[in-house]
């Protein structure tokens, strides 16, 4: 073997530093994290954050993860995930966050009350509404259809090969909080409900409907870029009051206004981590989400664009968000 001289042991050492540092660099997740420590000197570390089958959750989602990578230095793995899924993540570490629930009483019970594992992370900003729709087009041929009173009478005119000689009554994804089929029995309508799949499916029903005026009537929820393009109509039901929705066997009233809240991990919150933070100071409103959902859904943008857009747009609340960081 040949001998090497000083200058070329120093050349090579020099090369073998960098390549070092390289793999440090992008272990740190690229050129787009300052660092790995904030400002008050905490470390980030792993941030797993729960992605739950609608848009508006994933608007949430990469809004937060993308300011916790590029200004907390974060490792964000998002998790695809069904609501129970992700809360039942909490105990294993799987889940660090759930940044949007829909109420949930039966998981706040199992895994707030009972074993502790998750905890309260106070509101999103957002206010939640789920209700009984129809595309505007019916809603102005019908006026009287927005009258739950009134829906026996327009039943024939909803019904599907799916429906068993029932108006169809279309639901989302199976997850999602619902209370349509006790809703049904209860009022005593002629439909049954028949599930979509997904938040997709529906909003291809609806914008159909539209489109081609004909009968689709459904659950659906703001906030919900899609009522930008297309302003679905609420039908209305028996009011809702405290407690109306308690026994789930026996719902006969509207469902209620949610105050949508953060759900965390204990161990999460407990860590001191800067991310939990963040998650804590996250507040916006729904013109907010239903703008970065729009760039997803409608624009064909990534998540991760789309989220860096919104940041890029609204410096001073990512800045309040960052507060004690």
Not at 12 to 28: D, I
Not at 40 to 62: L, R
């Amino acid at each position: 073997m040949a001998r090497r001289n000083n200058r070329s042991i120093r050349r090579l050492s020099l090369v073998a530093l960098a390549a070092v540092a390289g793999l440090v660099l992008a272990g740190c997740g690229g050129s787009n994290i300052k660092s790995t420590t904030t400002a008050s000197g905490k470390s980030c570390g792993p941030f797993n954050i729960a992605v739950n089958p609608w848009v508006g959750y994933e608007a949430d989602a990469y809004v937060v993860g993308t300011v916790a990578q590029q200004k907390l230095g974060c490792q964000v793995n998002y998790k695809n995930l069904k609501e129970e899924v992700s809360w039942q993540g909490f105990g294993s570490g799987d889940v660090d966050v759930v940044l949007e629930n829909w109420g949930h009483p039966d998981l706040v019970k199992k895994y707030i009350k009972g074993n502790h594992t998750g905890q309260d992370a106070g509101p999103t900003g957002n206010i939640g509404v789920i209700g009984w729709y129809v595309p505007p087009w019916l809603a102005k041929a019908h006026p009287d259809i927005l009258s739950w009173k009134n829906l026996n009478k327009y039943a024939s005119k909803f019904k599907t090969s799916e429906s068993g000689g029932k108006g169809q009554f279309l639901d989302g994804d199976p997850s999602f909080v619902t209370n349509d089929e006790a809703l049904v029995k209860n009022l005593n309508l002629n439909f049954k409900v028949v599930y979509a799949g997904s938040e997709t499916a529906l909003i291809q029903a609806y914008r159909k409907a539209e489109k081609n005026h004909s009968w689709v009537i459904g659950y659906f929820y703001d906030p919900q870029w899609f009522l930008s393009e297309v302003p679905m109509k609420k039908v209305s039901l028996p009011k809702y009051t405290p407690g109306c929705d308690s026994n789930p066997a026996k719902i006969a009233c509207d469902y209620p206004k949610y105050n949508l809240n953060k759900v965390v991990a204990t161990k999460f919150a407990e860590s001191k981590s800067p991310a939990y933070t963040l998650v804590k100071n996250f507040h916006w409103t729904n013109d907010d989400q239903n703008l970065v959902a729009k760039y997803i859904a409608a624009d064909h943008m990534s998540p991760t664009d789309a989220a860096k857009k919104w940041i890029s747009a609204n410096p001073d609340k990512v800045k309040a968000w960052l507060q004690g960081t």
